[in-house]
């Protein structure tokens, strides 16, 4: 089971409020210039038939949500594979009055592949590194870590504040 599983992992893709940029470079992947497939990687469109995420943008406090429920639905063990610097930090849109910053806030991630966008091969770099960890996890090496919790997503006053105040100036 494992080894086929290690052979032909697959992939489940989830767009965290990203430029599309690295979603691009993403699908380039599965083009047959990059074709992944020869590796046995599979993009596939159900969560609870993958066992790695692919996450790419930022998180907000609408899709903090949204991307736990996708990563709670991934049976065990499962990775996440981070795409771009907006993954890790926020990116262009740190500070921005509605981001609240990587995706490692949410939801334990496994590898993180740095730029803006990646290049498609160190995206199927990252994914290969994390099947990697996969295999580790299977064997127990590793112990699967748990979602963060989600009380903090709440929009704090300050939040509130802010997004009311630039909603009347644009109504103005
Ligand atoms: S890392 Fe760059 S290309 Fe990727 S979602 Fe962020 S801004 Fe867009």
Not at 37 to 47: A, K, Q, S, T, V
Not at 89 to 96: D, I, P
Request: a neutral charge; charged letters at 20%; aromatic letters at 6%.
């Amino acid at each position: 089971m494992f080894n086929a599983v290690s052979k032909s992992p697959w992939v489940v893709h989830f767009n965290c409020n990203s430029c599309n940029g690295c979603d691009i470079e993403f699908l380039a992947c599965l083009t047959p210039h990059y074709d992944v497939e020869r590796f046995g990687i599979l993009h596939i469109g159900n969560p609870k038939h993958a066992d790695v995420l692919v996450v790419t943008g930022s998180v907000n406090n609408r899709n903090a949500r949204v991307l736990q429920n996708v990563y709670n639905q991934i049976p065990d063990p499962k990775v996440v594979v981070a795409l771009g610097v907006c993954t890790s930090s926020g990116g262009v849109f740190a500070g921005c009055y509605n981001i609240l910053g990587g995706v490692d806030i949410v939801i334990p991630v496994d590898v993180f592949v740095p730029g803006c966008p990646p290049r498609p091969e160190a995206m199927i770099d990252g994914i290969v590194k994390a099947v990697g960890i996969l295999e580790r996890k299977r064997k127990g090496e590793i112990f699967p870590t748990a979602p963060k919790p989600l009380c903090k997503f709440k929009p704090s006053e300050e939040q509130s504040a802010e997004t009311t105040a630039i909603k009347e100036e644009k109504t103005v």
